[in-house]
């Protein structure tokens, strides 16, 4: 049973910066995708960043150049440093880390943008 667990959300002045972490335990396959996504009030749940296991990563237009998500693969842990924060960068973020076979999802921590 693969487990996730998020720590580093909290509240942020506009063009502050957080780095969030996600660490995984359990049986996890060398070959995944490791994710951040985002959900604002009244709002679907949006992409963010990905990292491959190669280490191939792709964004959201709307966080390029702001955030970087990398990963370290001896600790099955990812990251989300967030930079240059905007007050609608203010959602649930949660991890994700999927393979061939199934999908797992942290349990969200709240980052908010605010003066």
């Known amino acids: 049973q693969v487990q996730l667990v998020e720590s580093g959300g909290g509240l942020v002045q506009p063009g502050g910066s957080l780095r969030l972490s996600c660490a995984a335990s359990?049986?996890?396959?060398?070959?995944?995708?490791m994710g951040w996504y985002r959900q604002a009030p009244g709002k679907q749940r949006d992409l963010v960043a990905t990292?491959?296991?190669?280490?191939?990563?792709n964004y959201a237009d709307s966080v390029k150049g702001r955030f970087s998500i990398s990963r370290d693969n001896a600790k099955n842990t990812w990251y989300l440093q967030m930079n240059s924060l905007k007050p609608e960068d203010t959602a649930v973020y949660y991890c994700?880390?999927?393979?061939?076979?199934?999908?797992?999802w942290g349990q969200g921590t709240q980052v908010t943008v605010s003066s």
């Open positions: 990292i491959t296991s190669g280490g191939t990563t």
């Open positions: 359990g049986s996890i396959s060398r070959v995944n995708v």
């Open positions: 994700q880390i999927r393979t061939a076979m199934a999908s797992k």
